[in-house]
């Protein structure tokens, strides 16, 4: 014997709720494909910037660690990392590693220009003021690259010469 389904016409509100959800995952979608056009992180273009500027074999210091580690990556060099007190491509999350203040960052600044010849480069993750701008005889802003989608994505790069 042959069943026969029933056809049931959905109501005006299924159909409604069916395509306003379909319109709402179109355009989260569409906004979802744009955001990938946007980086995560601006180390590429700052290690580019780096060297184009023949700076790549300079003394470089990164703070914090984790917001720097990927310009190292791309320069395929290591830099200082002050949250360490290490020299290093990647970030090592062990006992040594510490949060660092901006007094201590301008006094190890100060330690490793004393043992440096010219200035020092410094790539941070936010705008900053140096402290203790007596210990520095300069301090300029090369440049900074901003529109990372992640905050901590964004980064500084700063010119320091020290006092002797």
């Known amino acids: 014997m042959w069943m026969v389904a029933q056809q049931v016409r959905p109501s005006v509100w299924r159909v409604a709720c069916f395509y306003l959800l379909v319109c709402i995952n179109g355009i989260f979608g569409i ?9 995560y992180s601006e180390a590429k273009n700052a290690a580019a910037w780096i060297v184009a500027h023949d ?13 720097t ?11 200082y990392y002050a949250e360490c ?6 970030v090592r999350w062990n006992a040594q590693r510490h949060e660092i203040g901006a007094e201590e960052l301008d006094v190890l600044l100060k330690r490793i220009a004393a043992t440096q010849q010219g200035p ?3 790539i941070t993750n936010q705008p900053r003021d140096f ?34």
Request: glycine share 8%.
């Open 31 to 39: 906004r979802a494909i744009g955001a990938e056009f946007i980086p």
């Open 55 to 67: 700076l790549r074999n300079a003394t470089w210091v990164g703070t914090p660690d984790y917001a």
């Open 69 to 79: 580690s990927a310009v190292a990556g791309y320069l395929r060099r290591p830099m």
């Open 85 to 90: 007190n290490c020299v290093g491509t990647f």
């Open 120 to 122: 020092i480069y410094i």
């Open 131 to 164: 402290l203790a701008a007596d210990l520095f005889v300069s301090v300029i802003m090369l440049a900074e690259f901003t529109g990372a989608r992640l905050p901590d994505g964004n980064l500084y790069l700063y010119r320091i010469q020290a006092q002797k």
